[in-house]
Structure formats: structure tokens, C-alpha cells
């Protein structure tokens, strides 16, 4: 296992890369390396856990097929527990399997063989879509929004409902409930939700929008089965039906 020391790149952006081929794992860690990223590489999800207790990654690439926890049950904890962006690099190449990735919260996936330019291309397209790592965000970006009672704080990626109460919330719903709070009242299609949630890929996987709808209605719905804020308008998509008001946050970061 190797790894390149976070002491000697002094990085704005560090990359946790998690693959148990080494003969990829490591001469792929010393490019993204020659590409000004720290990175941290290891073998299995178990030692990418250990890693996770003394670094926080600005994002994953994370390998789906792995012996022991494979890479779709790490990145589901991931997201979960530490919102954290994972791009799958995958000899997976069936629809399903991605998919399947998608839905779990990944941001992208990448086929192997792959080129690491591509790679690298599309790791700053996810930092700059989630303003992670050396991707810089407009100050607008940083600023709240509230409806009827519930506040989304982008910076923090905490959402607070009416009673004061943190509602956990994966890097996928995120996304999408940020997708529709920046344009409510209007409809969207899935093709437009995916693109501005997923990104180019998107458009390969129109079911995962409607699951990742279904799952943020659970999540922000007094009846997730009469849905208020996210309605379905036959033929067209979803419309976001409450208004929306957006203000700067507080200097003390509250």
C-alpha cells in the first residue's frame, strides 16, 4: 500500500483513492499526486474506515468490487454518515450497477480502464458541483434557505426542520432538495434534475430521480403519500410549490 504524504503537496484538495488492485491503486495515486492533489490510497473499505479517523478526503474514488465490504456498502456510509463525494471507478458496466451507485448518493462513476485525464476532469467537476476542495464558491452560494418553517444551510449541508430539529440527509438529497429550492414554483423535468443533480451521466438513469424523490419526500413531507413541497405534474416532471426566501449567513457561522 502506498501513500503519498499530506506534508510534502501542502494541498488545497485531498483525495481518499480505495481500490484493491494495486497494479491500478498505486500508479493512478502517484499521477493524481503529479496533478497537485494529496492523496491517501489503501486497499479495502475496511482500511479506507481507518483512514476516515484521522483525515476527512474532499472526495472518494472508490472501487465497487472488493473483497470483504464491498465499495456499494462503503459508499452508502459514506454519504450517510460523512456526506462526503465518492466517484466509483468500476469495471462495472451495466446500467443497473450504476444505477445502483447513483442512488446510493455517488456523484459519478468512471468505467476501467479509464483515462486518468478523464478521471481528473471529472473529479473537478464534482468538487466544483458540491464547492468542495479548491473549487471556489460565490458568496451568493453560501447564503440560507428557509420555507414554511425549514432551513437548508448550504455551507454546513444541515437541514433544520420547523422545530429546530437536524434532519440527517444524504449528499444525493442535498442536491436534488438544493436543485429545487433554487428554482421553486417552476417545473422541472428529469432530465433537467438529473443534469443539475448528476451531472453528464445523468441522463443514462431516469429512475433514480424519482427514487431520490420518493426517499427527500420522506424526509420533508408531513404525508410523503399527499406530498405539499414536492409535487408531480403529470407529463413534466416535479415543482417545488412553496416559496422560497434566501438570506446571508450569520457572521458567527450560526
Not at 224 to 231: E, L
Request: glycine letters at 6%.
Amino acid at each position: 500500500m502506498t501513500t503519498v504524504p499530506m506534508d510534502e503537496i501542502a494541498p488545497k484538495t485531498t483525495i481518499l483513492l480505495v481500490d484493491d488492485e494495486a497494479t491500478l491503486r498505486e500508479p493512478l495515486a502517484e499521477y493524481l499526486a503529479g496533478q497537485g492533489f494529496a492523496v491517501k490510497d489503501v486497499n479495502s473499505a475496511a482500511a479506507a474506515r481507518s483512514a476516515l479517523t484521522a483525515m476527512t478526503p474532499d472526495i472518494v474514488l472508490l472501487d465497487i468490487m472488493m473483497p470483504g465490504e464491498d465499495g456499494l456498502a462503503l459508499c452508502r456510509h459514506l454519504v450517510e454518515t460523512r456526506q462526503l463525494p465518492v466517484i466509483f471507478l468500476t469495471a462495472r458496466g451495466e446500467p443497473t450497477d450504476r444505477i445502483v451507485g447513483l442512488e446510493l448518493g455517488a456523484d459519478d462513476y468512471i468505467v476501467k480502464p479509464f483515462e486518468p485525464r478523464e478521471l481528473v476532469a471529472r473529479i473537478r467537476t464534482v468538487l466544483r458541483r458540491v464547492g468542495r476542495g479548491s473549487a471556489p464558491q460565490a458568496q451568493a452560494e453560501d447564503w440560507l434557505y428557509s420555507f414554511e418553517g425549514w432551513l437548508l444551510d448550504p455551507l454546513k449541508r444541515k437541514l433544520i426542520d420547523p422545530e429546530g430539529v437536524t434532519v440527517p440527509i444524504s449528499t444525493a438529497e442535498f442536491r436534488l432538495l438544493r436543485a429545487f429550492l433554487d428554482h421553486p414554483l417552476q417545473v422541472l423535468d428529469r432530465d433537467r434534475l438529473l443534469d443539475m443533480v448528476q451531472g453528464r451521466t445523468a441522463h443514462l438513469f431516469d429512475r433514480a430521480v424519482d427514487n431520490q424523490v420518493s426517499r427527500l419526500r420522506r424526509k420533508i413531507e408531513p404525508d410523503s403519500g399527499d406530498p405539499h413541497f414536492i409535487q408531480t405534474v403529470r407529463g413534466g416532471g416535479y415543482r417545488f410549490a412553496a416559496v422560497v426566501k434566501r438570506t446571508p449567513p450569520r457572521p458567527d457561522g450560526a
